[in-house]
């Protein structure tokens, strides 16, 4: 089935560690985003990529670092710089294609399960 | 930045009985899109309504419907006839077209209960 694969599910890191999380994509999404998720703060924007090799920063980009070497990938790197990582991060993906004879895009982002990041 | 603002923290319904979570943006633009997204205790973010500001008439999805007022920039959820799996986080969610800035904002979410 089509969907958004993020991995691992939990994870737990010690301070002054870098941990990487995965996001794999197969419904041949253009754009991709990561969103940090705390508790009353809804979801804010880390970075987005609308294609490969280039992505830009969102609100609280300091302390992470992404890639997008392939399309259907998009990991999300959490350094040690980060001073608060432990959160819940969710990872999204969306078409740019509008639809056939210039119909427009419907918009809407695509989900992935998320990660639970703790540190110790 | 455009933002998204929902005022209520927290909701609660009785079953069968009908709430509307309100839901504020601020924005420049005359075309882009707004949804509504439902977390489960699951955390799964699954979509329940979309709006194009382009359209004038209300979105509706079953049970599920808005009212999008443009030149106010309010889009409030109306959940009828609620049921005990309607409870979850509810976000309000702003997106500019794909071809302006690409990125997708998110309120703060509000925490609906139902009551049987």
């Known amino acids: 089935d089509g969907g958004i694969t993020q991995s691992p599910k939990y994870l737990f890191r010690k301070e002054g560690q870098n941990v990487t999380l995965s996001c794999e994509q197969n419904l041949n999404h253009d754009a991709m985003y990561w969103y940090r998720q705390d508790p009353g703060q809804g979801l804010r924007l880390i970075y987005y990529?609308?294609?490969?090799?280039?992505?830009q920063k969102g609100d609280i980009a300091e302390g992470y670092s992404v890639s997008r070497e392939k399309k259907e990938s998009f990991p999300l790197t959490v350094t040690s710089a980060q001073k608060n990582p432990t959160a819940f991060y969710l990872c999204?993906?969306?078409?740019?294609?509008?639809?056939?004879?210039?119909?427009?895009?419907?918009?809407?982002?695509?989900f992935g399960e998320g990660s639970r990041l703790t540190v110790l | 930045a455009q933002t998204v603002t929902q005022s209520q923290p927290e909701m609660s319904v009785q079953e069968a009985e009908t709430v509307t979570l309100s839901c504020t943006y601020d924005?420049?633009?005359?075309?882009?899109?707004l949804f509504w997204y439902k977390q489960p205790p699951s955390r799964q973010m699954i979509l329940v309504i979309r709006q194009e500001a382009y359209k004038q008439q209300n979105a509706t999805e079953n049970r599920f419907s808005v009212n999008f007022q443009k030149a106010a920039k309010s889009f409030s959820l109306k959940i009828s006839d609620s049921q005990l799996g309607d409870a979850a986080m509810y976000f309000c969610?702003?997106?500019?077209?794909?071809?302006?800035?690409?990125?997708?904002?998110f309120g703060a979410g509000t925490r609906l209960t139902v009551k049987p």
């Open positions: 990529s609308q294609i490969v090799n280039d992505f």
């Open positions: 969610a702003y997106r500019n077209p794909p071809y302006n800035n690409n990125d997708m904002r």
């Open positions: 924005t420049s633009e005359s075309d882009y899109y």
């Open positions: 999204a993906s969306t078409s740019l294609l509008t639809g056939l004879a210039g119909g427009r895009n419907t918009g809407e982002l695509f």
